[in-house]
């Protein structure tokens, strides 16, 4: 009988303990113990039902491209649940010179790969379009000069497209998906599949026009019903005595007889733990373990505001046609960005309804996050209301902070995790998921917590089946 600790309950730990579950249906003798600090499963992940609104408090949807999200859902039964955003009216917005400007049809990230619609939009001057179109004829040289070691986005966006991309949609674009600044994230770590277009292609564009004709999905897939449905399948396919709440981990130690895992009720011990705390949590009680894991696993994280508010009537509060926008750093609006949630997916609202989710991000959130709720909810009305025009009194207002939620992968983070990897290693026993290490989205932590769960079973000796999860 293996003895297996899950530290944290969110949705990396949900996962794990999922299965962990699984592979004690097939066979695999396991006794496992999640502990939670707070008195709620799913961590960041949380849907609120108020009337017919379906409100997300934090992730509203995963990227279809990756499949760990979906294939768990459809396996949780599920499958009739899973739906697309409506990306035939898909459009993203991005704040300048005060007004929202849409971002050119059919761009990967800031790569266009339709340069036709790139010239008919209005966002960019005419040198930031010749920037795009020259970028094409470096291809030669862009490959030979692709560099060995890691850069900042910031850097890789600039080489290729110079300084405006940057600014005008680079920027907006990695805090809207990694909450962090541009000459500080690992392009290696944020924009992997990029870089291998680099070393292939040079020129990006050229890269992208060389996939296109594939399959066309929507760029988010959800939840009907919420992605609350998805932790709430998990945890009912969880033991129920596995599952400890309001169980704050005060320390973990690792020694000859295996690890011992401490909480105000007693020490109990473990073959093996799963650490799927928050990265700053699971760094202090990893400490002791290994002073020298502390300086890995020590990194920058963002922390998020938001603020949903639901109206009965849309046609009261016109916005434009599209899923949202996103405000660049150093404008003088205090958001981050915005979703309209009932144009970015169906059945959000009640018939006719709006439902809106504003961001705030960096200081904004630092100095919010001490705010009342009221007074969170005053502010971003204000913020709305100054770039979207009067907003009418919301039927249904909720608030959610989310301190230091989204870890920033920083220049030489695949390096730094390899070194941490090797550490883990040297450690019988021990995996650490979550947000910190591999990958920030829901389908990324899904992945890697079934793979160390599979490998803890026994499961998967062949590593053929742990590459196909
Ligand atoms: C501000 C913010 C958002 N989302 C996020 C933030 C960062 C701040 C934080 O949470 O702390 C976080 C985020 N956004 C996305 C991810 C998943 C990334 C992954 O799976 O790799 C993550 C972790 C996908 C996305 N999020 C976004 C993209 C780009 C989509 C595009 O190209 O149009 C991706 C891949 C853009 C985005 N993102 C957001 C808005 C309002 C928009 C634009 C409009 C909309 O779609 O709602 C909200």
Redesign the pocket.
């Known amino acids: 009988m293996k003895r297996v600790a899950i530290v944290g309950g969110g949705v990396a730990g949900l996962a794990a303990a999922y299965e962990l579950a699984q592979q004690t249906h097939n066979g695999a003798s396991l006794q496992v113990v999640l502990f939670e600090a707070s008195t709620r499963l799913g961590g960041i992940i949380e849907t609120v039902h108020e009337g017919e609104f379906v409100i997300e408090c934090g992730p509203d949807a995963?990227?279809t491209e990756?499949p760990w999200a979906r294939e768990l859902a459809e396996e949780l039964g599920l499958g009739d649940e899973v739906m697309p955003s409506n990306d035939a009216t898909r459009k993203?917005y991005v704040l300048v010179d005060k007004k929202l400007q849409a971002m050119p049809d059919g761009?990967r990230?800031m790569v266009p790969v339709d340069l036709d619609a790139l010239d008919a939009s209005e966002m960019f001057s005419a040198a930031a379009k010749r920037a795009y179109r020259e970028e094409v004829g470096r291809a030669e040289q862009l490959r030979a000069d692709a560099p060995d070691e890691d850069e900042s986005v910031a850097e890789f966006i600039r080489r290729h497209f110079g300084e405006e991309v940057l600014t005008k949609i680079g920027a907006p674009?990695l805090?809207?998906?990694f909450?962090g600044d541009v000459s500080k994230l690992s392009v290696r770590a944020v924009m992997t599949p990029f870089v291998a277009m680099e070393r292939e292609h040079g020129s990006l564009i050229v890269a992208l026009q060389a996939r296109a004709g594939a399959k066309k999905h929507s760029?988010f897939t959800t939840l009907r019903s919420g992605m609350g449905t998805l932790v709430d399948r998990m945890i009912a396919a969880i033991p129920e005595d596995w599952i400890r709440l309001a169980a704050e981990v005060q320390f973990v130690s690792c020694g000859d007889e295996g690890w011992l895992v401490g909480t105000a009720r007693g020490v109990e011990r473990f073959d093996a733990v799963m650490m799927a705390a928050p990265v700053d949590v699971a760094c202090s009680l990893l400490k002791p373990v290994d002073a020298e894991m502390a300086p890995l696993m020590e990194m920058e994280a963002?922390s998020?505001v938001v603020v949903a508010f639901g109206f009965p009537g849309a046609t009261k509060f016109p916005v434009p046609p599209g899923?949202?926008f996103?405000v660049p750093p150093g404008s003088d609006s205090l958001l981050?960005?915005?979703?309209f949630v009932d144009q970015?997916f169906e059945d959000r609202v009640p018939q006719g309804g709006r439902l809106v989710r504003a961001?705030f991000?960096g200081k904004a959130a630092e100095r919010l996050m001490r705010c009342r709720n009221d007074e969170t909810a005053a502010v971003a009305r204000m913020e709305l209301a100054r770039i979207l025009g009067p907003l009418p009194e919301p039927q249904v207002t909720v608030v959610r902070r989310w301190p230091r939620?989204?870890p920033q992968y920083a220049v030489g983070h695949l390096k730094r995790m390899k070194k941490l990897d090797e550490r883990v290693s040297a450690l019988d026993g021990l995996s650490l998921l979550g947000n910190g290490y591999r990958?920030?989205?829901v389908?990324?932590l899904i992945r890697d917590a079934r793979v160390a769960a599979r490998r803890i079973a026994g499961a998967n000796k062949d590593l053929a089946g742990v590459a196909e999860l």
Not at 336 to 339: K, R, S, V, Y
């Open positions: 995963w990227v990756k993203t761009m990230m674009l805090s809207g998906v909450g760029v963002s998020a899923f949202g996103l981050l960005a915005a979703t970015k961001f991000g939620s989204l990958g920030v989205g389908p990324d």
